[in-house]
């Protein structure tokens, strides 16, 4: 029974920073890659930036040099680190991971629940 639980979701100022984190829990076998993705009202979700287990990070242009992903292998968390918000990045952001699971070894990706980040004065 995998979850992926998020947190650091909230309510902050244009140019102000928050920072999200997530931690895959249950019967895992391995973690491949993990990202952040996000839906904003009447939008598609998008990718924001994903990890691989080795540290090869990828972002979305609209991420570039604001965001930083990391993750902890031995902790099985991703986190991301968000800075000089824009009020275009108010969102809720979901937590995505490629996990196999025990006892099946059952590969798949797994999303959180979404945690709500709103930029705004």
């Known amino acids: 029974q995998v979850q992926l639980v998020e947190s650091g979701g909230g309510l902050v100022q244009p140019g102000g920073s928050l920072r999200l984190s997530c931690a895959a829990s249950g019967s895992i076998s391995s973690i491949n890659i993990m990202g952040w993705y996000r839906q904003a009202p009447g939008k598609q979700r998008e990718l924001v930036a994903t990890?691989?287990?080795?540290?090869?990070?990828n972002y979305a242009d609209s991420a570039k040099g604001r965001f930083t992903i990391s993750r902890d292998n031995a902790k099985n968390t991703v986190d991301l680190q968000m800075n000089s918000l824009k009020p275009e990045d108010t969102a809720v952001y979901y937590c995505?991971?490629?996990?196999?699971?025990?006892?099946?070894?059952?590969?798949?990706?797994?999303w959180g629940q979404g945690t709500q980040v709103t930029v705004s004065s």
């Open positions: 995505n991971a490629d996990i196999s699971a025990t006892p099946w070894a059952v590969r798949r990706f797994y």
């Open positions: 990890i691989t287990s080795y540290g090869i990070t």
